[in-house]
Structure formats: C-alpha cells, structure tokens
C-alpha cells in the first residue's frame, strides 16, 4: 500500500459526503472537526493522524487504530466503533 505524500496534511473541517479518500497510508494527517457522510474509508491505514471532534458516524468500512492515532471527542456508530479494534481480531454480536 502506498503512502499518500501529500504537502498540505491539515485536512480540518471538511465535509466529505460520498466522497472517498485515496486508498493508501495516511501519515501524520489532521481531520480534525470533519464529518464522514456515507464514505468508504476501506484499504485506508491512518499513522499518528488526529480525530479530534471528528464526526465518523455514517462512515463505513472504518479501521482506526487508537493506539497509533489520536482520538478525543470524535463520533462514531454502534457499528462503527468496532473498527477501533481490528487489530485484535475479535468475534463481537
């Protein structure tokens, strides 16, 4: 998977409504107050990238890492959540 080499990595208060990120690695990015409205966040690796006020709940096919990225006051879904824990390889019902 390719890392995304992007100059301007402060991504803040955007609205991305049905819009996909590029699939690959993104590294060091600041979504910071965004809102995710029925986007596809899947093949996407997120490193030490910020969530703050993040609005992640109609997102879908989601796989943060808390421990590799910061996350303070973001939303997410009842479905959603269970991306935060991938690495674990967990069964959840």
């Known amino acids: 998977m390719s890392r995304l080499m992007e100059e301007d990595k402060e991504l803040n208060a955007i609205n991305y409504v049905e819009t996909p990120l590029a699939k690959g690695i993104y590294e060091n990015y600041a ?17 030490e990238c910020e969530f703050v006020e993040c609005d992640l709940r109609r997102s879908f096919n989601l796989s943060i890492d808390p421990e590799l990225n910061r996350i303070r006051r973001a939303k997410f879904s009842a479905e959603g ?9 967990l069964t959840i019902d």
């Open 31 to 47: 979504f910071n107050r965004c809102i995710f409205t029925n986007s596809d966040l899947s093949n996407i690796i997120f490193v």
């Open 81 to 89: 959540i269970t991306g935060l824990l991938d690495k674990y390889d």
